[in-house]
């Protein structure tokens, strides 16, 4: 069965950084694109960016563009997601998600990690 | 980016009810869309693929059909567990985008 785990999520003031990881089990990471979408309390789900099988390439939603960071270890099965700047706005779950392709719908679901800016 | 636009936002209905949810994309998009269920406290579920493919496992109630710029999706004989919150998302184009939901109640 495959499994993403993520973690990292907290409490963090606005002008932060907090790092994000996904940690992917009964597949090799090496085989899918992935991808990160946040959910604001009580809000609908907005993707926010996307990697390729290797690492690549990578792309963003304007409103995370120059301050969110994604990456990978297929060696280590690990996604990450570093976030620099951060404001009271970013406050969501933040889910770690695959598809077969950056441009192809979501096959997986992480349950979600909690992100919290406020001062 | 490309804009999607979901009604209704909620409706209500009743078990066994047929229900239709349409979602509306700014630019053509070809069949390059997909539908998930989300429910209370759970993270999102796959429903249909590229406007019209059931994902394995989904119950053949579920149907999705549309291309370019207007797509439905519709639960016919509505169950208990159908409950739910629906997104409709567009993968043709970076950025992914998502509808604004609609919200399934009893």
């Known amino acids: 069965e495959v499994q993403l785990l993520e973690s990292g999520g907290g409490l963090v003031q606005p002008g932060g950084s907090l790092r994000l990881s996904c940690a992917v089990s009964g597949l090799r990471l090496g085989h899918s694109a992935m991808c990160w979408v946040r959910q604001a309390p009580g809000k609908g789900l907005e993707w926010i960016s996307g990697?390729?099988?290797?690492?690549?390439?990578?792309q963003y939603a304007d409103s995370v563009k120059g301050r969110f960071s994604i990456s990978r270890d297929n060696s280590q099965n690990t996604l990450y997601l570093q976030m620099h700047s951060l404001r009271v706005e970013d406050t969501a779950v933040y889910y770690c998600?695959?598809?077969?392709?950056?441009?192809?719908?979501?096959?997986?679901w992480g349950h979600g990690t909690r992100v919290t800016v406020s001062s | 980016a490309i804009q999607l636009t979901q009604s209704p936002p909620s409706l209500s209905a009743s078990v066994r009810d047929s229900v239709t949810i349409t979602c509306r994309a700014s630019?053509?998009?070809?069949?390059?869309l997909a539908w998930y269920q989300q429910k209370p406290g759970e993270s999102p579920r796959l429903l249909i693929f590229?406007?019209?493919t059931l994902e394995g496992g989904v119950p053949s109630r579920f149907s999705g059909s549309g291309s370019g710029t207007h797509f439905t999706l519709t639960i016919s004989s509505l169950q208990p567990e159908d409950f739910a919150t629906y997104y409709c998302?567009?993968?043709?184009?970076?950025?992914?985008?998502f509808g604004g939901g609609t919200k399934v109640e009893i």
């Open positions: 998600a695959r598809s077969r392709l950056i441009t192809t719908a979501i096959r997986g």
């Open positions: 630019h053509g998009i070809n069949s390059a």
């Open positions: 990697i390729s099988t290797t690492g690549a390439t990578t």
């Open positions: 998302q567009q993968f043709s184009v970076s950025p992914l985008t």
């Open positions: 590229d406007a019209s």
